[in-house]
């Protein structure tokens, strides 16, 4: 069963602009992450948010959380060429299990 | 680093064929998964296992089967493949803790014909 769904499903951007994705998700959760994927191989972990936390940072990317809305964003900002990757939110609640959303897939033009 | 192996980038099978998906990893993860991709669809989950021997089922199990005989392996069997399986394999570790943190392998595309 797929929790999360991102939003959009597709992003163009040009280089040096910032990007923001979308995720929302339908019951409790204990943590919502976010995964990088380059075409073709498997997913990277970028960065994990807590229940009780509200926003967090990792060098150019930012995360915030909204349990009320159940939702979360990503911004990355001043996107680079290899920023182009699929992006995927995950989200957490017991026994180790993730649930995947389905990506967006960003593209950045140089 | 944590490392999460695949045995095979590229696989073709043959409907029919018992096929076997390899993941070792090298950090003493207690969890490993495997997932499937597919377009449109995002990363379903097949089976996930806490412990050696230990295995519980996913989201869509049916047509798979898994082992788990040494803590850093976990296999995927499909035990009699179909063209409805092809599909990238996606093999996954986790630590046991309160991260969930998932480190991924490199993904085995699988072509049945």
């Known amino acids: 069963s797929q929790q999360g769904e991102e939003d959009p499903q597709a992003l163009s951007i040009q280089e040096g602009e910032n990007a923001t994705m979308n995720c929302s998700y339908k019951t409790s959760i204990n943590n919502l992450q976010w995964y990088r994927q380059n075409s073709g191989r498997g997913l990277v972990h970028l960065i994990l948010i807590r229940s009780n936390e509200r926003e967090k940072h990792s060098g150019r990317l930012r995360v915030t959380l909204d349990t009320s809305k159940k939702s979360s964003s990503l911004l990355i900002t001043a996107s680079r060429a290899a920023d182009t990757a699929s992006y995927f939110c995950a989200t957490g609640k017991g026994a180790q299990k993730l649930v995947f959303g389905q990506g967006t897939r960003l593209t950045i033009n140089p | 680093d944590v490392k999460v192996t695949q045995s095979s980038r590229y696989l073709v099978k043959r409907t029919g064929e018992k096929v076997f998906l390899e993941c070792v990893q090298d950090?003493?993860?207690?969890?490993m998964f495997w997932y499937r991709q597919d377009p449109g669809l995002g990363l379903r989950l097949i089976y996930f296992s806490y412990d050696v021997k230990m295995k519980e089922k996913g989201d869509i199990p049916e047509g798979y089967s898994v082992s788990r005989e040494k803590k850093e392996r976990f296999s995927l069997i499909l035990e009699s493949a179909s063209t409805n399986q092809t599909s990238m394999y996606l093999c996954?570790?986790?630590?046991?803790?309160?991260?969930?943190?998932?480190?991924f392998g490199p993904g085995t595309r699988l072509t049945v014909t």
């Open positions: 996954a570790s986790s630590i046991t803790g309160n991260s969930y943190e998932q480190y």
């Open positions: 950090m003493d993860h207690e969890n």
